[in-house]
T-cell receptor, first 114, second 116 residues
Framework: GENVEQHPSTLSVQEGDSAVIKCTYS??????FPWYKQELGKGPQLIID?????GEKKDQRIAVTLNKTAKHFSLHITETQPEDSAVYFC?????????????FGKGTKLSVKP | GAGVSQSPSNKVTEKGKDVELRCDPI?????LYWYRQRLGQGLEFLIY????????KSGLPSDRFSAERTGESVSTLTIQRTQQEDSAVYLC??????????????FGNGTRLTVT
């Protein structure tokens, strides 16, 4: 089955700097890669996603890149702000198949220092 | 509109007792998922419901865990004879269509279960 590895487990940056979180996946059939942000005491919320027919997607300060050959994808946050501090999860999934679940990475705790 | 609602938000129980966790998905969402999140860990898939199809139970860790869903409405996750290792946050999510292809998962805030 699918296995998703996420690095780093913790990341501390200064406000205004960029943050990059990387994930690798094992199932070459995976074709949907969302990123979720989880604030303390809350459930994860989708912040951006990418499908395998696209190499990069951007939404304001957030971007995701996908390298299908290497089976890795990354989240880039530019001009970080203290409110970006949270735990970020990557995930991978096949859609159109029989599985119903996303496989999540173990998360990255991002701390943005003012 | 209203999001995914889970109750209770916190539950403390004694080892060996049974617990029941409830999830109210977003109205109209046909797919419903349960995940478990241990402290400082990622999300562990437990079970998935899609409409009237047989649920995907492949993530349930033991036969002490079970879940039900009536139609496209409320779901309950039951843990029998709880053990301390069951302590975790149990998250429920729903989506408009399965597979999240065009509809992302919407998570509730979870139920924090503590087994003493």
């Amino acid at each position: 089955g699918e296995n998703v590895e996420q690095h780093p487990s913790t990341l501390s940056v200064q406000e205004g700097d960029s943050a990059v979180i990387k994930c690798t996946y094992s199932d070459s059939a995976s074709n949907y890669f969302p990123w979720y942000k989880q604030e303390l005491g809350k459930g994860p919320q989708l912040i951006i996603d990418i499908r395998s027919n696209v190499g990069e997607k951007k939404d304001q300060r957030i971007a995701v890149t996908l390298n299908k050959t290497a089976k890795h994808f990354s989240l880039h946050i530019t001009e970080t702000q203290p409110e970006d501090s949270a735990v970020y999860f990557c995930a991978a999934s096949r859609y159109g198949g029989s599985q119903g679940n996303l496989i999540f990475g173990k998360g990255t705790k991002l701390s943005v220092k003012p | 509109g209203a999001g995914v609602s889970q109750s209770p938000s916190n539950k403390v129980t004694e080892k060996g007792k049974d617990v029941e966790l409830r999830c109210d998905p977003i109205s109209g969402h046909t797919a419903l998922y349960w995940y478990r999140q241990r402290l400082g860990q990622g999300l562990e898939f437990l079970i998935y419901f899609q409409g009237n199809s047989a649920p995907d139970k492949s993530g349930l860790p033991s036969d002490r865990f079970s879940a039900e869903r009536t139609g496209e409405s409320v779901s309950t996750l039951t843990i029998q004879r709880t053990q301390q290792e069951d302590s975790a946050v149990y998250l429920c999510a729903s989506s408009l269509v399965p597979r999240t292809a065009d509809s992302p998962l919407h998570f509730g805030n979870g139920t924090r279960l503590t087994v003493t």
